[in-house]
């Protein structure tokens, strides 16, 4: 057995001892998915003491939505410490505090095995943003981490600008989730500037924030201008209107780096609506690479909605992959669905 789905099933903790020991006995599972199974700490600490065993295979984990709380989460950074076979893994909506993802980052700066980790929906108290402040020195060290999940981590300004002034300095951070913060326009602006160095970063998501439209025009400028390698782009409800709506527009038909951009939930007027009908109809945005769909009603220019695609960009969808490793066929719906998509 490769790969095991046991999400949704009521495990609880009696069930992790159960899953523990299958994987200290079994040499050959690289994919577990634990999601909401009512898993405390109890459940965390065995699952997360099987992983420390240097003979593990264990390739993709998820806990998402297991309250196993900060101390749990404290398990699974002792577990980071010791170089192990994980490449991805799922902390989502654990309830994780601020001790355990300050450790979390700590640890990420020597392990080189993670390359995706989604850290979201952690309970944070702190005003101070310390969090952001450890993971964003993590990511001048880490040169191994391609995925970076940071949902609702309550970030602002201060948060964006200190990701922004060391991902300058990192060639590796493929992925960047910081959907559902609190960024305005001034973080964005930081981000912007980030856009305009030669990084590595190829996907960011800034959903749900509130940049408006002085935020998506320092986006478009940078994107416009000096974006070389960029290739997609979220801003979903982020309050942004007409004029930085078609700004982004125009920075797409100048330059053609940036490939996909999801814009839903934004305030769409007739000249954001024309503009993204003739990106589209043009052939410039393919209509796979975004979330809204042009018609014509009356002669004048709509847009729908369409099922948001940033999914397909996961660390672990296929399609993501350089080579044919081995746990490709398991996973999220997600997935088999971006790879139906695909064929
Ligand atoms: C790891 O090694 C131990 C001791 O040799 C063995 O009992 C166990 O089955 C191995 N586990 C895996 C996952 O290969
Ligand atoms: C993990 O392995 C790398 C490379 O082999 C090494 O540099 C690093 O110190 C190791 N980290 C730990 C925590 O053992
Ligand atoms: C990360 O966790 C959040 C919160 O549970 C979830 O909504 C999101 O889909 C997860 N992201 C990934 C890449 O799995
Ligand atoms: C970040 O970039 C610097 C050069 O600017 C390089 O020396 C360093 O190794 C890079 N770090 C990572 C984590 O990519
Ligand atoms: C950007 O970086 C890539 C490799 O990281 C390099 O191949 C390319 O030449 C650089 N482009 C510019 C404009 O510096
Ligand atoms: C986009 O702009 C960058 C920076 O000016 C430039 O290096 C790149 O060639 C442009 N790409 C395209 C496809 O226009």
């Known amino acids: 057995i490769q790969g095991l789905d046991l999400r949704y099933n009521k495990l609880t903790d009696k069930g992790a001892e159960f899953v523990s020991n299958f994987l200290q006995e079994n040499a050959d599972l690289c994919y577990l998915n634990l999601m909401c199974n009512d898993i405390t700490t109890i459940g965390a600490e065995v699952i997360a003491k099987a992983l420390h065993q240097w003979n593990q295979t264990l390739k993709q984990l998820r806990m998402n939505g297991n309250k196993i709380g900060n101390k749990g989460g404290m398990y699974f950074a002792a577990m980071l410490q010791v170089n192990s076979s994980l490449e991805e893994l799922d902390l989502g909506d654990c309830d994780l505090g601020t001790q355990s993802v300050v450790a979390l980052s700590t640890v990420l700066n020597n392990n080189v095995a993670i390359k995706s980790i989604n850290l979201s929906r952690p309970l944070l108290f702190s005003q101070q943003e310390e969090t952001t402040v450890h ?33 300058v300095e990192n060639f590796t951070l493929r992925y960047l989730d910081l959907s559902c913060n609190r960024i305005t326009r001034d973080g964005t602006k930081c981000l912007a500037q980030l856009l305009k160095h030669n990084t590595s970063l190829e996907i960011l998501d800034l959903s749900a924030n509130r940049i408006e439209d002085d935020g998506a025009l320092y986006l478009s400028e940078a994107i416009a201008f000096h974006n070389t390698n960029l290739k997609a782009l979220a801003v979903l409800s982020n309050n942004i209107g007409g004029k930085g709506l078609v700004a982004l527009a125009d920075a797409m038909k100048r330059n053609t780096t940036l490939a996909c951009i999801y814009i839903w939930g934004n305030k769409f007027d007739e000249a954001t609506c024309s503009a993204f009908l003739e990106l589209i109809h043009s052939g410039r945005l393919k209509q796979d690479h975004t979330d809204v769909r042009p018609y014509v009603v009356d002669g004048h220019a709509c847009l729908a909605e369409l099922f948001h695609g940033l999914r397909k960009h996961y660390y672990w969808t296929p399609s993501s992959r350089q080579d044919g490793e081995l746990c490709s066929n398991y996973g999220l719906t997600v997935r088999a669905k971006s790879s139906e998509s695909k064929k």
């Not at 609702?152 to 948060?159: A, P, V």
């Open 135 to 167: 993971l964003a020195k993590m990511l001048k060290v880490n040169k191994h981490l391609e995925e970076l999940h940071l949902e609702k981590h309550d970030m602002k300004e201060f948060g964006a600008e200190r990701l922004s002034e060391t991902l």
